[in-house]
């Protein structure tokens, strides 16, 4: 963020270093994160909007000692390494990345894209690219314009700038060089663990299906029976080797 601005102050709406809620958001980047994770715990892992560092203790805890993280808000980066984090702050990620050429083997960028306005994202994830050595894997999340909540998941911050359908990610990703590119739905909520628990993921998938069906009214069954309707996206990219 600019210097006039303090991203903290929404973050902290969410996100705070009670030991419950680290350990919840442990186990969101693990549902985040998918199977990429090397099975060497030596590889160079980064984190692009590493913020409170959630995900830099995650990788911390499973043994990975490469892993880093790098921020644009001064407030967030202190709070890492007020937790003796590896966290760096920067002015520019995409200029950061363009002086590191195949430094990576796996970069994320959770919830991080869509905070940049669109003419910055292709330069972001061109500079991923650059920065990942032949193989490595890139994990970005971004919001879901097709979920029932799309509206209120692109202004619920500021600093949001746009949303993402299946098709615009898979098009930013292909622009920035990648080519084994998989983009699916991911939910937010971890996996049901009470009766009440249980009765949510009835009613989502019954709300799911009807808001499936009101979309096969206006694009056709084919198109509409894939469309996720999870609150966001997860795109998988491998750089060629």
């Avoid at 009101?214 to 469309?227: L, P």
Wanted: net charge neutral.
């Amino acid at each position: 963020m600019s210097e006039t601005t303090d991203y903290s102050r929404i973050y902290s709406k969410w996100h705070s270093t009670a030991p419950e809620h680290v350990a919840e958001m442990k186990e969101h980047f693990a549902r985040f994160a998918g199977n990429v994770l090397p099975a060497d715990r030596h590889a160079r892992v980064l984190d692009i909007g590493c913020a409170m560092g959630f995900a830099l203790r995650w990788l911390r805890d499973l043994g990975y000692s490469n892993a880093e993280g790098i921020d644009v808000d001064e407030g967030l980066v202190r709070q890492c390494r007020e937790q003796n984090l590896p966290a760096a702050l920067v002015e520019d990620a995409a200029a950061w990345l363009a002086g590191r050429p195949g430094a990576f083997d796996l970069v994320f960028a959770f919830d991080l894209v869509e905070h940049l306005p669109p003419e910055k994202q292709l330069d972001l994830c061109r500079a991923v690219h650059a920065a990942l050595a032949p193989g490595g894997r890139f994990v970005c999340t971004v919001p879901n314009a097709s979920s029932a909540l799309a509206g209120r998941w692109r202004y619920m911050c500021w600093t949001h700038r746009s949303s993402f359908t299946e098709h615009s990610l898979d098009y930013l990703l292909y622009n920035a060089g990648f080519r084994d590119i998989q983009i699916g739905g991911l939910d937010l909520m971890a996996p049901p663990r009470s009766l009440q628990g249980h009765l949510r993921l009835v009613l989502q998938k019954a709300f799911r299906g009807f808001r499936r069906l009101e979309m096969a009214t206006e694009i056709g069954w084919r198109e509409a029976r894939n469309v996720p309707l999870e609150l966001d996206l997860r795109g998988t990219a491998t750089k060629s080797a």
